[in-house]
């Protein structure tokens, strides 16, 4: 029955796109200054490198730059590439992948993906299987069209990075096809295939968003997307948003999106949030019949303690005290 799945799957996507997308290997690497690495290589199926801790300079098709940890990159077939570790140690996860329509080529690649490379003394790069036949003009763009179903195919260069809030999913999806591309568990070839397919998808979904976001950016579109995101928080403060939260709704990493607000407004993101809430928090205190302990979840806040520490620094008074003198003066 599993594998009648597995060959409903592959058909399935294979008829869609044309291609099956594949990991030949995937590898836990920790590279060391001394350890030796290859000057230059390049290989014909795409490479993906999650970066988990340090630091590493690559340098692609001429160009060099530094991938800093939490980083994924993706380096396109036949790209020369080499790299350095400007640290004391680097671990990274490696998977090599590509679009193949020979199903049959890329199941025996998938049994034979058992090995690493051990020895360590010796220069290596790229992977050490037998690579199945690729459709050489098969890129990440064609199965990225195939999930956002668009037709065109983008410009592309030698590599992608990709960073920031997306980097915790890619990681664990890449983590997940290491595990298990080197354990010997049933149903190994059906969750590859799961999990290959997961990964194309979110990948073509961060790269769509980031490109989305630096379009935005270079149009000067910066302001419309404040005001968006303030609308944002005013329709939602009271269910204890975040400022990430906010963001993400309009596409923009925190920082950037914070920059860009208090540029707009004169007032950072959190500070409006939390004006908000202290002002909606008044005008519940101002109803004599509404506990003090049941405003803080009211107004957004996670905990009454929170809640109270807020409303002494903003309002110079307790919200017990601020309800005393509302309450006062209403009577005079």
Not at 105 to 112: A, K
Not at 123 to 134: E, I
Not at 303 to 329: C, D, I
Request: hydrophobic share 35%; net charge negative.
């Amino acid at each position: 029955m599993l594998d009648d799945l597995v060959t409903i799957l592959e058909n399935g996507v294979l008829s869609a796109t044309g291609v099956v997308p594949v990991v030949f290997e995937g590898i836990e690497h920790t590279l060391k200054k001394q350890t030796p690495v290859a000057k230059e290589s390049k290989h014909t199926s795409h490479e993906l490198l999650y970066l988990r801790r340090g630091r590493c300079e690559f340098t692609i098709d001429g160009k060099t730059f530094v991938l800093d940890k939490g980083s994924t990159l993706i380096i396109r077939p036949n790209a020369v590439h080499s790299v350095r570790i400007p640290g004391d140690t680097a671990e990274m996860f490696v998977l090599y992948f590509g679009f193949s329509k020979d199903i049959d080529s890329v199941n025996r690649s998938q049994m034979m993906s058992k090995t690493v490379v051990t020895d360590e003394t010796k220069p290596h790069s790229g992977p050490s299987v037998k690579v199945p036949a690729l459709l050489a003009q098969t890129s990440l763009e064609s199965f990225m069209n195939f999930v956002e179903g668009e037709d065109d195919e983008e410009n592309s260069s030698s590599y992608l990075i990709l960073s920031g809030k997306h980097q915790d999913t890619i990681r664990n999806i890449v983590e997940k096809i290491v595990i298990e591309n080197h354990e010997n568990q049933y149903s190994k070839e059906l969750m590859m295939e799961i999990l290959t397919i997961e990964l194309m998808v979110t990948l073509s979904r961060v790269i769509r968003q980031e490109w989305e976001e630096s379009l935005r950016v270079k149009n000067g579109k910066a302001r419309e997307l404040v005001f968006v995101a303030k609308d944002f928080i005013d329709q939602n403060f009271e269910r204890g948003i975040t400022i990430n939260e906010a963001a993400s709704y309009v596409y923009l990493s925190q920082g950037y999106f914070t920059r860009a607000f208090r540029d707009e407004l004169g007032i950072s993101p959190m500070k409006y949030l939390m004006q908000k809430r202290i002002e909606y928090a008044c005008e519940l205190l101002e109803d004599n019949e509404i506990k003090v302990s049941g405003i803080a979840s009211k107004a957004g806040f996670s905990s009454p303690q929170r809640f109270n520490v807020a409303f002494r620094k903003n309002m110079g008074m307790t919200p017990m005290e601020y309800r005393y003198e509302h309450l006062k003066k209403r009577e005079e």
